[in-house]
């Protein structure tokens, strides 16, 4: 009885609790985390590359171009998910203390998106693609596997620039993307129009991604069956990349498919069902005879049957790797799919969705700081060897903000030296502090 009623109390208690909010004139930020993606920027070089190649405003006045595309991203990394976001950032005075700078304003923003053309694009490519080089060189990357895909992102409007009507009966922007499969960073990124198919531009896209590599580095693609094409995969040999692109099914490679004999199919090593098998094929077209493997799965009892394949549902990709196994080959081609949990990321959490609101142009540009804030945090981790995750993998987004970046902090200025102050009680502090150190010795020191 006595545990009883000292519990009654202290809920009593609880609930008479009076809460009264007031302002405070000290630097207080919720964002304490954001000094590690700052020196994530600092140790791929982000200023150095875009203050060498970019050049939109024609006055110096107020922000420059560096800290438009610094300010932008850090503030989509941190959650922002549109333009109308940076006036919540703006409020935050700790950061601006840390940052050195002040957000723009969201209409200053905007008008300085619209002000991008195409060469301005190219500007910002060649910036970004330094700095993704910069980050290879950070990690000591001796072997890049590269995720080529599409995806819509569809508009409520026809009237958006660029914006056209697709088969899945919405009007949609249509952008080309590749993702690096170890660190999950986006590579490079090309907003097309809705009506642009899977493979188009991918040729030059492909040149332009290779050129984010450093030289020395071996280099594997995995594309899925709308990029199959004779002149692509000869693109491909030509610069010495491996490759495993998907084909799509037709009846000519279901006749080779079934002319292999049935004491050639193995099972696969790490699925319950499936077997896998291969063959060799050239393209109609074609002088290169190539390796092609298969992987099929018995239909279900009751499920519908195809007269082209029977009671099997078969998958085929081309490869030129004649080294390692179909078997495994199949299940490093079938990982491809984690190029959708990217998309996914870009549109869910750092503000993919909305850029069917502006012209082409500054959508375009939208993309490319979407994609600069999404690898500042896969840098943090990669660079910073947080290894946060289930079994040291990385974390998402909003985990990755949860623990690391939204942490409060009070912000402190003394002997010229700004000091973040984060609570004792931080179960991650440890980890937080030793990630900082490993960032700040990538960072070229000051001459």
Known sequence: MACRESHRLAQEATSQVSVRVETTTRAVTAYGGAELLRAAARAVGVADAVEASVSLKQRARGLSDTEFV??????????????????????????????????????TAGAWLRRFTLGHLGQLNRALAEVQRNAYVAAGVREVTLDFDSTYLFSR?????????????????????CFDATSGAAVHARLRRGKAGASTGMRTFLTETLRRVPDGVTVRARLDSGFYGGPLLAQMETAEVTYLCGVPIIPALLAAVAAIGEGCWA???????????????????GRVFRRYIV????????????VEQGAWRHW??????????????????????????????LKSN???GTIRRHGFMANWAWLLLVCLA?????????????????????????????????????????ARQVTIRLPETYPHLPRFLAALDRLKRLAPQPA
């Open 157 to 177: 409007s026809k009237r958006r620039q660029g914006v056209d009507r697709t088969y899945k009966k919405g009007y949609a922007l249509h952008p080309l993307l």
């Open 374 to 414: 999404h690898n500042l945090c896969c840098w943090t981790q990669q660079l910073g060897r947080l290894g946060a995750g289930r079994n040291g993998a990385d974390l998402r987004a909003k985990r990755l903000r949860y623990r690391y970046l939204v942490v409060p902090a009070l912000v402190a200025r003394s």
């Open 295 to 306: 992987k099929r799965i018995a239909i279900e009892a009751g499920e519908q049957a195809t």
């Open 70 to 107: 610094l300010g932008i991203a850090e503030s989509i990394a941190l959650g922002a998910r549109c333009l109308d976001d940076l006036a919540v950032a703006r409020g935050d005075v700790a950061q601006r203390q840390l940052r050195g700078f002040e957000l723009p304003a969201p209409q």
């Open 316 to 345: 085929i990709f081309v490869t030129n790797d004649h080294h390692r196994s179909a078997i495994d080959l199949e299940c490093e081609h079938r990982h491809k799919a984690l190029v959708e949990a990217g998309m996914r990321e």
């Open 350 to 352: 750092y503000g993919l």
């Open 267 to 285: 099972p696969c090593v790490d699925k319950d069902d499936g077997e896998v098998a291969e063959f060799g094929y050239r393209l109609r077209d």
